[in-house]
């Protein structure tokens, strides 16, 4: 075997006391494209950024064609032969492609841009690896699948060795993500090194060489396309220990309380994908798990059943009611929806307001905190110090403000705070992502104890949890509903395959109760 | 005695030399990405300075380059505040403005011993432009302006030129418009800032030049009298474009030359005054407007 | 944050008064004695703090929802113009009739405020931009009223309207100076405020509107009309401060009668730093400074620019959130280096 291009020897990145890498081994050979698959948290991107010079390890050895080099930042990396291109854009909207891909290093004359001269290089580069772009149009007037292929340029201006790509089909349309397959395959045959992260096993099963399989830090798998399945990779990616102490499926179920009907809505800007004809049914008594890799609609779901959104077509029913029209968060709140946000930071607190004024959101609006116009600030302590000590939130000290809290203490008081008050309908997004084991066991106690009177949508990409808490699972893809499962019997290969987009060849089991309307 | 004459539009380019000069100059800094509401007060500063130093060196054109240093080292001090000591933008603009109309007036009296104005000993001279001068509509139409005035037609074909066909305007736009991209190229954005609010700087004082020197030939206490704003809202009208935000000078000034116009009919000139005003506040709106029609749920943001 | 910003604001004042050689301590003691060493120094500095508690308060509650009123001085000279109007178009029992004419100046300026609040609301447009170019608007519209139905003919100079009715005059409490009731109107609309704001369900969404909408939106607050509401809120005040200088100070409406209360409002409500109740001492310091510039003036013979030049200073520096950094560095950076030249180590 030649020497490897890229070798890594036991990298590891910490976080705080959070390792996201641990003794990474991995050596990418020249000109093969070597695909990096796993969850969401896997470690991919951290590790991908680690070579991009973009974070320094804490251990461990980085040889490039053999020669150990420090990538202290990305240019450094650039210098020796690394490009990136990043999962989310960072393209300049008003100026044409051609001035975003010379950006860096912009062809000139006596201080002024041979505009003409960029132009033909970069319809020459675009020809030689048949990523086809109109150099004159500016990026604000571009497709998603030409703001790639742009980034792509950009970074093979600059001409490395080894082109990385995180996710780069995530916001692709089918046909786009075809071609730019197409385009990798190119660019390999002309001896460049790709690695690119994907969750999409049928794409790493149409063009890679070598795929290396990485769950919670760890390098689990790496292994020749020639020699694995797409199910061995699924095995891989999911882990086989999930089917722990997860609770008794409950039959007993009450009424439909939330019904949403061939719901469309349609996608805003990059990045953002849309809702196709997505029907569920949510009953009392039951947590509705709604798994998928992120990006699939899971966010525009929770934003239509907490108001936030307004469905393009299709009706949404609380407890038999049409308030398709009616939504707003305040509507759905006051008709019992609670809602923990996925971004705890932007959306769940005010960092810069005590815990208390945190605390009190929404009990602010009825006896006893609320008294005539007044908030009665004896009652308002006593709610907060009350939630600070059954949620165990800590430090305690409720004038102090919410930003001063650990990440793990925060979402303690945001689910804390949306429990309160007995909802109907809770939404939970992520409860428990970024939160210490501890807080995590407590927040899914709490979950399973308001089921008893209330329904539960938790939508996670974390597959344990969803397993564990779910009676009933839904698996979104591309915006639609990919399958509804049971969790008894299911199999994480199965999972991951639905996951990835795929309908196993054998059939799922489909729920009795509830089912797709 | 008509209102709209030939007159009326060499009044037009008269009034509107210093609008273009500072609005110009600003679009330089809301292109970099700062938000730059200084322009009155470095106005006032340039027109100070300019007669200040015209008077002590006898020459009008050192004076006018000096007054153009002095507001380029003021626009650092206020760029220092924004952006490495973080300063809310408009808030400190405020405050330079504040200062401009206190340190005026209090050089004007503790240097100069002077209270209210000063005349100033040298004045830009209107320029004959040979060919030009004699045929008639053309002759008094764009002869007889000053060399400022002339200049400041330039600046929309040298700004267009920079902007967007050298490599430092490249990198100057994207610094404004996605600074971690910018970064990312390569580029110092922070560098980026201090040369463009330091070219706006320059554009003002040459904004408050023409007002002292070009056409009283001294200063008095306030004599911007809220051009800077108006150039202002220019920037913003004009979103910040060169070509758009020069035509939106251009326009207020006439609609300051009308003003004159009509006030000498004893008309209220009051309500015609408000025009670039209103415009910019339907400007911003429909803008809005554009934005909120594409169908989300609006969120307010935050600006705090 | 204000302290550093006031000593840097005496700092460079200090270092122009140093250069055209005039002792910085004598001007401060002129200025304090000018403000508060007499009687009717005192009631000079109530007279300005009036109108600037208020412009501090006006400015605080834009902040409170996360909004900036840059306009705040349109709305006073919208409320000056309604003030005096109602002070001299009309008649009204002697007691009554100020009050209308406050009240009906303070419901102008929140009229005036709710353009560039629900163009904000609805369509996003920035309301520092918009309620700033109204102030202009305000002036044209007021200005060409009085010119062309109002004017006093008597004077040819300055444009102003004819005098108010005797019954609409505020007048002053105090034996010297212009001291109107207004003085504990706006002490009173600070407490008020400031106890709405921290004890009512309505002051507790509009905080949480300002601290983070996005949250307060989620959360199923009506975030819109909160900003609608504060901003009016404070157009109100605005309103009230033009009224009563109108029928207080001036007994009439007179052209260009605001010496700069809008911005002054900044200064104050940074100065409070966030706190409500906090205008009353800014605004009193800073009417200290408006007092004391006319002792400036006759005891030194210098102009009351420097006042201004202080006052301008401060603003520069008072949001300079990174200069507190800066400085602590700098100090940091001085004991290393005088612990390396200390020659016992």
């Known amino acids: 075997m030649p020497t490897p291009i890229i070798q890594l020897i036991g990298v590891t990145k910490k976080f705080g006391s959070f390792i996201a890498n641990q003794a990474i081994d991995l050596a990418v050979q020249p000109s093969e494209i070597h695909a990096i698959v796993g969850e969401n948290g896997a470690g991919k991107s951290t590790l991908m950024k680690t070579l991009a010079g973009l974070h320094l390890p804490e251990e461990g050895r980085i040889l490039l064609r053999g020669e150990e080099v420090l990538l202290g930042n990305p240019e450094i990396a650039m210098r020796h032969g690394i490009g990136m291109v990043h999962q989310h854009f960072s393209l300049i909207e008003s100026l044409t492609v051609t001035e975003n891909v ?90 460049k090194t790709i690695i690119f992260i994907t969750h999409k096993l049928q794409e790493v099963m149409a063009i890679a060489d070598r795929v290396t399989v990485m769950r919670a830090g760890r390098i689990v798998l790496e292994t020749e396309i020639s020699k694995t399945s797409p199910n061995a990779l699924a095995v891989a990616m999911v882990g086989h220990e999930i089917h722990a102490e997860r609770k008794e499926h409950r039959p007993d179920l009450g009424n439909k309380l939330l019904e949403l009907d061939h719901v469309t809505c349609s996608a805003d800007g990059v990045g953002g994908s849309s809702l196709h004809d997505v029907s569920m049914t949510l009953r009392a008594g039951e947590v509705l798990g709604v798994a998928g890799v992120e990006g699939n609609g899971q966010s525009e779901l929770v934003e239509i059943v907490t108001g936030l959104r307004l469905p393009n077509s299709g009706t949404v029913r609380l407890k038999g009611v049409d308030v398709t029209k009616a939504s707003s968060p305040a509507a759905m709140r006051s008709l019992g929806v609670a809602h923990i946000p996925e971004n705890r930071i932007s959306t769940g607190l005010a960092t810069t307001a005590p815990l208390m004024d945190n605390l009190i959101m929404g009990v602010h609006r009825s006896a006893p905190v609320a008294r005539g116009i007044w908030i009665d600030q004896d009652a308002a302590r006593d709610h907060a110090r009350k939630l600070v000590q059954e949620f165990d939130v800590r430090p305690g000290d409720i004038r102090a403000d919410a930003g001063s809290l650990s990440g793990g203490n925060m979402q303690k008081a945001i689910v804390a705070r949306e429990l309160t008050g007995d909802p109907e309908i809770i939404v939970a997004a992520h409860p428990t992502r970024g939160v210490d084991i501890g807080a995590a066991e407590f927040i899914y106690e709490q979950l399973l104890r308001r ?45 991951g395959l639905l996951m990835a987009g795929i309908k196993p060849a054998g059939g799922v089991a489909a729920p009795g109760a509830g089912g797709v309307a | ?262 006030q000498g009919f004893g008309l209220p000139s009051e309500l015609l005054l408000t025009l670039p005003y209103v415009l910019t506040v339907l400007a911003l709106a429909a803008a809005g407007a554009r934005s909120v029609f594409k169908g989300l749920v609006s969120v307010p943001s935050s600006n705090a | 944050m204000p302290l550093i910003a006031t000593v840097a604001g005496l700092l460079i004042t200090s270092l122009l008064l140093l250069s055209i050689e005039v002792n910085p301590l004598n001007v401060y003691a002129a200025l304090l004695r000018g403000a508060l060493g007499s009687l009717f120094g005192v009631s000079s500095t109530l007279r300005w703090a009036t109108p600037l508690i208020l412009a501090g308060l006006a400015v605080s509650i834009g902040f409170k929802a996360g909004l900036f009123n840059a306009g705040l001085s349109g709305q006073i000279y919208v409320g000056g113009f309604v003030g005096s109007l109602i002070g001299f178009s009309i008649t009204l029992p002697w007691g009554l009739h100020p009050v209308a004419a406050i009240l009906g100046g303070g419901v102008a300026g929140a009229l005036w405020a709710f353009i560039p609040a629900i163009l904000r609301r609805y369509l996003g447009a920035s309301e520092i931009v918009t309620s700033l170019m109204l102030w202009y608007v305000a002036i044209g519209v007021a200005d060409f009223l009085v010119r062309q139905f109002f004017r006093d003919p008597t004077s040819a100079a300055f444009l102003m309207s004819v005098k108010v009715m005797p019954s609409a005059v505020l007048p002053s409490i105090f034996p010297v100076g212009n001291v109107s009731v207004m003085l504990f109107a706006s002490i009173g609309a600070s407490l008020l405020l400031s106890y709405l704001s921290a004890r009512s369900r309505l002051g507790y969404e509009v905080r949480m509107t300002g601290a983070n909408p996005r949250f307060a939106h989620y959360s199923g607050v009506p975030t819109g009309q909160r900003l609608v509401l504060a901003f009016c809120i404070s157009g109100f005040l605005g309103g009230l401060i033009g009224a009563s200088e109108s029928i207080g100070i001036n007994q009439r409406f007179v052209s260009q009668f605001d010496p700069g209360f809008g911005f002054d409002g900044f200064l104050v409500a940074l100065l409070a730093n966030g706190s409500l109740a906090g205008c009353i001492p800014a605004g009193l310091f800073l009417g200290v400074l408006k007092a004391g510039g006319a002792e400036v003036e006759r005891a030194l013979g210098l102009s009351k620019s420097i006042i201004w030049i202080l006052q301008g200073s401060i603003i520069l520096f008072v949001s300079a959130h990174r200069l507190r950094f800066l400085l602590s560095r700098l100090a940091s950076q001085l004991r290393r280096a005088r612990w390396k030249s200390s020659p016992s180590r």
């Open chain 1, 102 to 191: 010379v950006l860096s290093n912009p062809p000139q004359r006596g201080g002024v841009f041979r505009k003409r001269h960029a132009e033909q290089l970069v319809r020459e580069l675009g020809d030689r690896y048949g990523l086809t772009v109109d150099p004159r149009r500016r990026i604000a007037d571009c497709r998603v699948g030409v703001q790639q292929r742009t980034e792509i340029l950009k970074a093979l201006y600059r001409n490395p060795d080894v082109l990385i790509l995180d996710e780069p089909t995530a916001v692709l349309t089918p046909q786009e993500a075809r071609s730019l397959m197409e385009n990798l395959r190119t660019l390999r045959d002309n001896g």
């Open chain 1, 451 to 495: 089921r008893d009177k209330a329904a539960v949508l938790l939508v996670s990409s974390d597959l344990d949890e969803v397993l564990r808490l779910s009676d009933r699972i839904v698996v979104m893809y591309r915006g639609s509903v990919m399958a509804e499962v049971l969790p008894q019997g299911l199999t994480s290969e199965t999972l």
């Open chain 2, 1 to 262: 005695m008509e209102i709209f004459t030939l007159s009326l539009i060499a009044s037009t380019f008269v009034a509107a030399t210093p609008l273009i000069w500072a609005a110009m100059g600003g679009l330089v800094s809301h292109q970099a990405g700062v938000f730059n509401f200084t322009l009155e007060g470095l106005m006032l500063f340039g027109a100070f300075f300019s007669v200040l130093f015209g008077t002590l060196t006898g020459n009008v054109w050192i004076g006018i380059l000096l007054s153009g240093c002095i507001c380029i080292a003021l626009s650092f001090v206020w760029g220092w505040v924004v952006i490495d000591l973080g300063a809310d933008q408009i808030i400190s603009a405020l405050g330079l403005i504040l200062l401009a109309q206190g340190g005026t007036v209090f050089m004007l009296n503790s240097m100069l011993g002077q209270g209210g104005g000063i005349f100033s000993t040298v004045q830009l001279d209107p320029i004959r432009i040979p060919l030009v001068h004699g045929v008639p509509v053309l002759g008094p139409l764009f002869s007889n302006h000053t060399a400022l005035t002339y200049l400041s037609w330039l600046l929309l074909p040298v700004f267009v030129f920079v902007l967007h066909l050298t490599p430092f305007g490249l990198s100057l736009r994207a610094a404004g418009e996605r600074p971690e991209a910018a970064e990312a190229a390569g580029i110092n954005v922070r560098l980026m800032r201090y040369i463009a609010v330091a070219i706006t700087g320059f554009c003002c004082a040459m904004a408050g030049s023409q007002l002292a020197l070009g056409l009283l030939a001294m200063f008095t206490d306030n004599m911007t009298a809220g051009r800077g704003i108006i150039a202002f809202a220019a920037v913003i009208f004009g979103r910040h474009r060169p070509l758009p935000v020069f035509l939106v000078a251009l326009f207020f000034g006439f609609a300051g030359a009308l003003t004159d116009r009509l």
